[in-house]
Structures are given as C-alpha cells and as structure tokens.
C-alpha cells in the first residue's frame, strides 16, 4: 500500500494536469507490484526512481510478451495476421501515448511520469491478452 502512495505522490508531482489521468490508470492497474513498491520506497532521487520504473517496465514488457506467445497460440494464420496487425497498432498507441507525457519544459519528473504510463499501459495490454481470444462465454 505504502508503494502505491509513493507511485501516487510521483504522479502527482509530475504535473496536475496528467495526475487526475494518472489516478485513474493506477486504479486499473491489474496486478501489485511488490517489487517496484521496495523499490521505490528506497529511491530519494528522481534518478533512482527512475531506475525503479525501468526494471518495471522491463518486468512488464516480459509479461506482455508471455501473454501474447499465449495468445497466438492455436490460432488460425488469419486470426494470427490480426492479432499481430492489433498488436503492432497498439504498440504504437502505446509509445506515443506515453512519450507525450514527457517535456523538459515539464522538468525531470516528467520522464517519470512517460515510464510510468509506459508500465500501467502494458500492464492493462497484458489483462486484455490474458482474455484472448474473445468468447460470448466469459
């Protein structure tokens, strides 16, 4: 709980504007993130937290890519063809997104803040690729 404050209060500092954006994308992050929160609770610099959110992301881009291998997997070369072509969009929604969270005109926080929208965004693209393919059923 304390690691989500600590995420919280960074966010904040970032800028008021992307904060109220930054609170709703933390209430959907899907998953705790224990690491990250040790992590944070440990950084006193802008430079060290950003440390933090960089072992994340890579964290959550490792998940990212196990749940699209899952995806894929059994599907029809059509189906596939899709998948990839929703997957290469959504990657570059992604990184756009998130690199218009940062300015230096905004100041050091700010990078903080694009690695952070980074890590909520494909932490939200993993859950979804964990309900692939779509069913009625669910």
Known sequence: MRGALARLALLALAGGA???GALAAQRSAPLPRPAYDRCLQGASTTVAMTGCAQAELKRQDDALNAAYRQARAGLTPRQTAKLTAAQRAWIAFRDAHCASMED??????SRLAAVQC????????TSQLHEYPPTLER
């Open 18 to 20: 992307w904060a109220g």
């Open 104 to 109: 230096p005109d905004w100041g050091t926080m």
């Open 118 to 125: 980074l890590i909520d965004t494909t932490a939200e693209r």
